[in-house]
């Protein structure tokens, strides 16, 4: 098994720098650029756009924009900034701000009141030459131990430490607020109720086959698999938001009515495809010698079906996970769109319009890693369910 996942995680990595390589080429192919007209919505003179290409280095050979862009991707795992949005960065926009930063001003505010909002965050250490003690201006990290609080004069107030409660309060503020784990838990969410519905509905579409509840089964699957989740997600808001005022019509997290709509607008499509496949499989394996066997012996029809059908009718189940992930990820732009979820399939949506290079590259490696490390828990999973898959 070990060597098995060290020998995809390997495989794996080629497949990451093509996907940069097949991007970062595409989005030079297509006409236009960061600071063309067509981009930013209004003529721009040549000497500006000039000057800007120059600054972010878009003036030089493809290629070596490609390796500088590597280069800083790979050794500091930094994306680079947003071509369209001055003063941010795609990390800051994808991963969310410094978190740290927020925990340490609000115990600051506590503390000093008004005052809290003319200090800021620093470095100190002792000049070897001249032996005096140097202040550079500095965010504070999770790894960091202390920190000081200077004024934005360079005058030091005090030193913070920096304890697990602190790092404890800016992993859930992570979890929770970032734009990469909003997708993550909007996606999660959906994948768990199409799970939770289509492998059950399937069964009894399988085991109650040609009857009122395998029609009505299969009716609702149809539905699901032909209705595209934009257009569900905006009728759900028309009936249940607008008409019949029960949901909330935006936002993710704050209230566990947010999560209804987005969830099964996203779910219904997979719901429906894995309710279709589990009774396709089902239906083969009930038929199966080994199935003949355990009813002969006289075994109940419970212990049948749960001991020793479900396990292998689950296996092509398993199978379409990492395709069906890959249409949850890019199903989840609209869907994110739609109810306004705070998540970074908006940031592609706006990057793409806007010719933001950096961050197209940026979150199609987020959903790349996403796409990657999933196919790869769904191979181990095929171990669990069919002992007789060897990781040979």
Do not use: C
């Amino acid at each position: 098994m070990q060597r098995f996942i060290i020998q995809r995680v390997l495989w794996n990595i080629p497949v990451l720098l093509l996907i940069t390589v097949v991007t970062f080429g595409m989005m030079q192919l297509v006409p236009g650029g960061p600071f063309s007209a067509s981009a930013s919505g209004r003529p721009v003179p040549p000497e500006i756009r000039a000057n800007m290409e120059a600054k972010y280095g878009l003036d030089r050979p493809v290629w070596q924009q490609y390796l500088t862009y590597m280069d800083r991707l790979l050794l500091h795992f930094d994306f680079g900034p947003s071509l369209r949005r001055p003063g941010r960065t795609v990390n800051a926009m994808l991963f969310g701000p410094n978190y740290m930063v927020e925990v340490l001003r609000e115990i600051l505010r506590e503390e000093f009141g008004a005052s809290a909002s003319s200090m800021t965050f620093a470095a100190t250490e002792i000049d070897p030459v001249s032996g005096k003690l140097l202040v550079t201006f500095t965010a504070p990290r999770l790894r960091d131990s202390t920190i000081t609080v200077v004024k934005t004069n360079g005058e030091i107030v005090a030193d913070v430490s920096i304890n697990w409660s602190h790092r404890f309060a800016v992993i859930k503020r992570f979890l929770t607020l970032s734009p990469v784990m909003v997708s993550i838990q909007v996606g999660m969410v959906s994948i768990f109720l199409a799970m939770l519905v289509g492998v059950p509905l399937g069964i009894i579409s399988a085991l109650k086959q040609n009857t009122a509840a395998d029609y009505i089964a299969m009716f609702i699957s149809m539905l699901g698999v032909s209705v595209p989740n934009f257009l569900m997600g905006i009728g759900m808001i028309l009936l249940f938001a607008l008409t019949w005022e029960l949901l909330p019509t935006y936002g993710w997290g704050d209230d566990w009515k947010q999560v209804i709509m987005p969830a099964v607008t996203l779910g219904t499509g997979g719901m429906a495809f894995i309710a279709r496949l589990t009774r396709a499989s089902m239906l083969e394996v009930i038929r199966a010698d080994y199935i003949r066997t355990a009813r002969a012996k006289g075994l109940t029809e419970r212990v049948v079906i749960v001991r020793h059908a479900l396990k292998n009718s689950l296996i092509p189940v398993t199978t379409v996970l990492g395709p069906l992930m890959a249409a949850w990820l890019t199903g989840s732009f609209l869907v994110e769109w739609v109810f306004s979820i705070g998540g970074i399939g908006k940031f592609f949506v706006s990057a793409v319009t806007n010719r933001d290079y950096t961050l197209i590259m940026g979150t199609i490696m987020i959903y790349s890693l996403a796409l990657v490390g999933f196919n790869l828990i769904v191979d181990i999973a095929y171990g669990f369910i069919d002992p007789r898959i060897r990781f040979d």
